[in-house]
Structure formats: C-alpha cells, structure tokens
C-alpha cells in the first residue's frame, strides 16, 4: 500500500512535489468505502485512499509524475543487475534550467509491505547514486537502517537494527542502489522492500497503441480458468455482445505447462502457447466468430483491461495508470472505480492512480474531494502537482463544473480559443 510520493528534477517537475494516498479526516463521511481502514503502529486512526485521479490539461506535467515513479521502480529493480558499472543512472533531469540540469533527482516513498510501514530514498545525478536511505516503523517507532551519502562512500551510517549487512557495501557499486544489491543476496531485511517495487507496485500504459495481441489478459484467460470465469463475466456484462474469447492453445507443442508460472507468479510462455483466433457473440442462439482486430478500439481496450483490473483487485496491488479512460466509455470507467472501491470486490486493499481528462468522474458520489489532484505548468515551464482539497470545496459542490470553468485551474488556457494564421 503506498502512503506518499515525493520527488524533485525529473522532466518536467523542478521543486519537489508531494503526493499523498492519506484520507482527510474533513472527508470522512464521504464514500466511505474508498478508504482502507488499516491500524498501523505509530498511525493509529489514519486511514487511506484506495486510488485518486489526476487532472490537468495537456503537457502539463501528468505523465512526467506517472515516470518518475516508474524510474523509481526501474532503478531498484534493475540497478544491481540491468547496469554495467560505467552506464549512466537514465535519471532525466528538469532541463530549462542549468542549476536544475547539473544537480540530483530526488525520489522518495513511502509504503506498506506485509504490515510494516517503510521509509525508501534515493538521490541520483547522470553517474552515480548521491544519497540512499531506509527507514522502519515495525514498531510506530522510526528505525533507520541505513543511510548512505557519496562522501561516507568507505563507512555508511548504518544502525545495529540492520543485521547481516558486512560485504554488501563493497558489492555495490556506485551506480547501482544498496537496497537492489542487498536483495540479490537475499538480505533478509531489505528484500521485503525490493519486493514491494516489483511486485505490488505496478504501472499500465493505455495511451500507448498497442494491439490486443500480446497481452496479459489472453495469457490469464488461456491458462488460469477461474479468471476466464471472471473475464467472461466482465465482457458480458459491459454489454458488448461477447460471449467468450475462443484461443488455440499451443504450449504443450512448445514445452510449456499450462498454469506455469515464472517465479513472480506470472504466466510462463508469454503469447508463445495462445493464439487468440475470435470473440464468440451468440446471435439467435447461433454462435459467430469475429476476429479480435475486427472488434471496436474500445472493445479491444477493455479486453485488454480486464487481465489487469481483475488481477489488480485480486492481489491488492498499487498500480498507476496514464490515461485510464483511453477509448473507454465514461459508464465503463465509472463501473471499473466502483469494483476498486467496493470493499467486496476489492478486499485486500488494491490502489489505483490515474490520469485523466473525464470531468463526469468529478462525482462526490463515485470519488471524494481528497482524492483529486492537479497537475499545472508555471512560467518556467515546472510542472505542480496540488490537491483537490487546498481549495476547501463543499460537501455536494459540483466539481466537474467548478473545474471546467477554471476554479481549480489545470486546464488549458487558450486565449481568444485555437486558431491559425495562413
């Protein structure tokens, strides 16, 4: 479960902005499901946000948030490994100006792993990892396990709370993080950490084009029946006229076991063992086959989703999302939030962040206040991430015409409307 975000000069975003998952206590008796009630040392009476969404007009600084976490997740899981030791860190720094273009990216989070809240950092200039650190709260109380900083390079502060950590510092190298090294030899303390980044938090492109074939939901649904149960239930009931995806299973030509997973629990064999050959609609009792690249854009997209939601909600996952309503239909998207936030069919908590233009989902009856967030461009190009909530709206205000209009800002400012010269 992520509890906040924080980062500084990567793209667009210069200061250090600030994203927050925490519920406001002015907003508690607003959907009360979208929260998770969860009794954490040191945070009694705190709960959090099963998702929020994004909002700003175009080149405003949306997806650069989405990448800066994504960068964070990459750069733990792969820095230890993925790298050679000369190859630069891939940090993109804010470049409009020189001081910012020279110094650190800074990334920040703070999460929860199996109970335990954590406190993970790192700063990182084009070569090398400038600063990292962790912190604990197994008891409420903070725990820092390691801090370490470019000019401690031969003795890292690193506290008696933290065992079995002689000769990882030698092994790591300077581009590479700790925590990555640490978990590649199975330190018992920081592999729970790493784990989160690779297998709790997620992200999922859907402004991208990409053709329904490969994909993770035809692997789910060839080789895992109760979720083909679940995704035909899905398809059927978003009235798109399915009634299931016909495939040809060819893995066992292949050498691959169905329901073979990898070791992070994902399917084995990609799109190797499944071709995909139609969706079936049943028309006056009589069943058709229509390819899947014959089916709407929205009809793909929603397939496509459906791997990815259902496997979200099942784990319990934090997962962001650029673009969630990308040729989707607003009613879909509105009945997509409502399974994230239903305590039924969401149990283990799953969050979701997206970005977003659909101004209907501004409903305080789907989404509360604390849940909305903004992304806008300054003067010199930097890009501010702000809450919802700092304007103080009311209980029943209509959002969605109050951001149209331009009281919230994040939206884009056209003087005298688009034209052309010519």
């Excluded at 009634?243 to 799109?271: C, H, S, W, Y």
């Excluded at 003067?379 to 009281?407: F, I, M, V, W």
Aim: aromatic share 12%.
């Amino acid at each position: 479960m992520l509890i906040e975000f924080r980062v500084s000069n990567y793209k667009s975003i210069r200061e250090e902005q600030v994203f927050s998952l925490v519920a406001s206590n002015s907003d508690n008796a607003n959907c009360l499901e979208n929260v998770i009630d969860r009794d954490l040392p040191g945070m009694k009476g705190v709960k959090y946000l099963k998702g929020a969404a994004i909002y700003g007009a175009n080149a405003s600084g949306k997806s650069s948030f989405m990448q800066a976490l994504e960068f964070m997740k990459e750069f733990v899981t792969e820095s230890a490994t993925g790298r050679k030791p000369d190859q630069p860190t891939g940090r993109k720094a804010f470049m409009l100006d020189e001081q910012s273009r020279q110094g650190p990216s800074r990334f920040e989070v703070t999460f929860v792993y199996r109970g335990i809240r954590y406190q993970y950092g790192f700063a990182v200039n084009d070569s090398i990892v400038l600063e990292e650190f962790l912190t604990a709260y197994p008891k409420g109380s903070p725990q820092s396990w390691f801090l370490r900083k470019q000019d401690l390079q031969s003795e890292w502060p690193v506290s008696s709370l933290f065992k079995g950590h002689t000769g990882l510092q030698e092994k790591t190298r300077p581009n590479a993080l700790y925590l990555s090294v640490g978990a590649q030899w199975n330190h018992p303390q920081l592999t729970p950490v790493y784990n989160w980044f690779t297998d709790d938090l997620q992200s999922l492109h859907l402004a991208c084009d990409h053709n329904l074939m490969p994909t993770f939901t035809v692997v789910k649904y060839a080789y895992d029946p109760y979720v083909r149960r679940q995704i035909d239930t899905f398809l059927k009931s978003a009235d798109f006229g399915i009634n299931r995806l016909v495939f040809e299973d060819t893995a066992k030509q292949l050498g691959i076991m169905n329901g073979e997973t990898t070791a992070d629990g994902k399917p084995r064999g990609e799109m190797r063992g499944v071709t995909p050959k139609g969706f079936e609609h049943i028309h006056d009792g009589k069943a058709y086959l229509i390819e899947p690249t014959e089916e709407s854009a929205g009809t793909q997209r929603f397939f496509s989703m459906a791997g990815p939601w259902i496997d979200i909600l099942h784990h319990g996952r934090t997962v962001f999302i650029d673009e969630l309503e990308n040729s989707l239909h607003p009613v879909l998207v509105r009945e997509m939030l409502k399974l994230l936030f239903s305590e039924q069919t969401n149990p283990n908590g799953a969050q979701v962040v997206f970005t977003t233009h659909n101004a209907t989902l501004l409903d305080q009856t789907l989404i509360r206040r604390d849940q909305v967030w903004f992304t806008e461009k300054d003067d010199k190009g930097a890009t501010h991430l702000y809450p919802l909530t700092d304007y103080s709206p009311r209980s029943g205000e209509a959002l969605a015409k109050g951001y149209l209009a331009g009281r919230y800002g994040a939206i884009p400012f056209l003087e005298g409307g688009l034209r052309f010269d010519g």
